[in-house]
């Protein structure tokens, strides 16, 4: 039994009334291979870095890996350091969650804002759909920090109904990033898929000049559907495990596990933007269409 997340609206420290679903062995396991391979995701990426410009673009994917292993690291060596009660852990979780937002919206957000720049075709067809996305981005960045001040406020309150009332809002406000960054991938990356593969079926209708564009088109596609992948790989499991906090309370403690789950998936955006930025260096010599085919390049 642990007093973790333990915001039960009765609870009054008792741990008779607490569920067994704590293996402080196996969140330490956790914690130790989330540590791991944070540093390991973090070499490789710095690895990949060659410009300043890459650098001013991806800095809060370093700060957010330097909070998850230091969070992680923390944990395994002081395994009794829970959230909400221990300051440190506490601090770098809750900072660690703004970060996550901008990391997980920044790699798919810059990617829809880059090729709908880059061709006005995609611009035309989209305009709600990019506002909708500007505005989400907005609304999703102040989520993250209204989210990051709900965990900082667990720590100077001791009375139990207000500690419950401060995290069902942190876990609303997480699972309503979540949910609307399903809703992103449904409503805006999706719809960059099926446009341009309409698109680039007319092409034998398409006048001679506009070749060129069909093979840039064409090669967007493989970033696109890694994105909406990805999205919906992170972001759906970490819906589903929030969703039941709101009906049965005795599931608030297994967000002693869902924390650890919500950083892993962060890995695994970042494990897209390493592959993606992998993939450039590999084309980078590559020719475009007219000496290379498409399906030379590492997709």
């Excluded at 370093?62 to 690291?73: A, D, K, P, R, T």
């Excluded at 900082?152 to 001791?158: A, D, H, I, K, T």
């Excluded at 592959?275 to 020719?287: C, D, E, I, M, V």
Aim: one cysteine or more.
């Amino acid at each position: 039994r642990s007093v973790e997340f333990a915001f039960y609206k009765e609870f009054e420290g008792e741990e008779d009334v607490l569920w067994c679903n704590t293996n402080i062995k196996l969140l330490r396991n956790i914690y130790m291979i989330l540590g791991v391979t944070t540093i390991f995701t973090v070499v490789v990426y710095y690895s990949l870095i060659n410009s300043a410009k890459a650098w001013k673009r991806l800095w809060p994917l370093f700060v957010e890996g330097f909070l998850i292993m230091l969070s992680s690291f923390y944990r395994v060596k002081n395994p009794k350091a829970v959230f909400g009660e221990d300051e440190v852990f506490t601090s770098l979780v809750s900072l660690s969650m703004i970060f996550a937002h901008i990391v997980g919206q920044g790699y798919y957000v810059d990617l829809v804002f880059y090729i709908t720049k880059k061709y006005p075709i995609l611009e035309t067809a989209s305009k709600t759909r990019i506002r909708h996305l500007g505005r989400s981005y907005a609304f999703l960045m102040v989520d993250g920090l209204v989210v990051t001040i709900l965990g900082f406020s667990l720590l100077p309150v001791s009375e139990q109904d207000i500690r419950r009332k401060i995290f069902l809002s942190f876990a609303f406000l997480e699972g309503l990033h979540f949910a609307i960054t399903i809703f992103n991938a449904v409503y805006i990356v999706d719809f960059y898929i099926s446009f341009i593969r309409r698109f680039i079926s007319t092409e034998e209708s398409l006048p001679a000049h506009d070749e060129d564009l069909i093979v840039a088109l064409r090669r967007q596609l493989p970033k696109l559907e890694d994105a909406k992948v990805c999205l919906l790989a992170c972001n759906i499991p970490c819906l589903i495990a929030v969703v039941p906090t709101f009906f049965w309370e005795y599931t608030l403690t297994l967000w002693k596990y869902y924390i650890p789950l919500f950083h892993f998936c962060w890995i695994l955006s970042a494990s897209y933007s390493i592959s993606s930025n992998a993939k450039y260096l590999l084309n980078r010599n590559k020719k475009f269409a007219r000496l290379v085919s498409y399906d030379d390049l590492v997709r």
